[in-house]
Structures are given as C-alpha cells and as structure tokens.
C-alpha cells in the first residue's frame, strides 16, 4: 500500500511563499491522480490542485495563478508550490493519492499525514 509522507509547512507571512512536498512509497508514474487538498479549522476538506498522470494540472479557482503542482517522477514526489500566500490560504494541508474510477472521478487510496500552513497578515 502506498505511503505518503509531506514536509515543507510553516508559518509565512502574507505575500510570502512556500513550498510543500509530498514523497510517496512507491512510483508515483503508478499513481492515477496526485493531489493537494487543504482543511481550515471548521471547514470541509476542498481540493486545491491535482495532476492526474499524463494530464495538465488543475486548480481550484482561489489559487489560480499563485499555486503550481508538479510531480518529479524520479523522486515519487509531486510539489506545490505556493506564491503569494493569503490569510485565507491558512490550512492543514494534504497529499493524496487517487485511483481514477471514469473522466474527472477518482477514489481516494491514501492520504498524507497533513501539513501545517499558516499565513499571518
């Protein structure tokens, strides 16, 4: 079963930037769909970005333009990269691991332990 293990939150201050990382256990090229979902305190979890294997990445619409998701295959790891941070972008934020069930739905195999980022104004 894959694993997944994230580094890279923190607190940064507004306008700042951050990068997370999400390393798997296994090859990631194995993988369906790759993606990033954040939680804030009383909210649902909310998918922020996903690149599923031979696609082009999308986005939530909030972090258009600021947010980057990339994988390396090499090191089974997939980035996203996060500019111009927002207070509202303070999240725990998570890696997941999709299996692709038809066009643009997936299952969720496995998620990561979850990361903190918090973004003071």
């Known amino acids: 079963q894959v694993q997944l293990v994230e580094s890279g939150g923190g607190l940064v201050q507004a306008g700042g930037s951050l990068r997370l990382s999400c390393t798997a256990s296994v090859s990631i090229s194995s993988i369906d769909v790759m993606g990033w979902y954040r939680q804030a305190p009383g909210k649902q979890r909310d998918l922020v970005a996903h690149?599923?294997?031979?696609?082009?990445?999308k986005y939530a619409d909030s972090v258009k333009g600021r947010f980057t998701i990339s994988r390396d295959n090499a090191k089974n790891t997939v980035y996203l990269q996060m500019n111009s941070l927002k207070s509202e972008d303070t999240a725990v934020y998570y890696c997941?691991?999709?299996?692709?069930?038809?066009?643009?739905?997936?299952?969720?195999?496995?998620w990561g332990q979850g990361t903190q980022v918090t973004v003071s104004s």
């Open positions: 997941a691991a999709a299996e692709l069930m038809t066009v643009g739905v997936w299952r969720i195999v496995k």
């Open positions: 690149i599923i294997n031979s696609g082009s990445p």
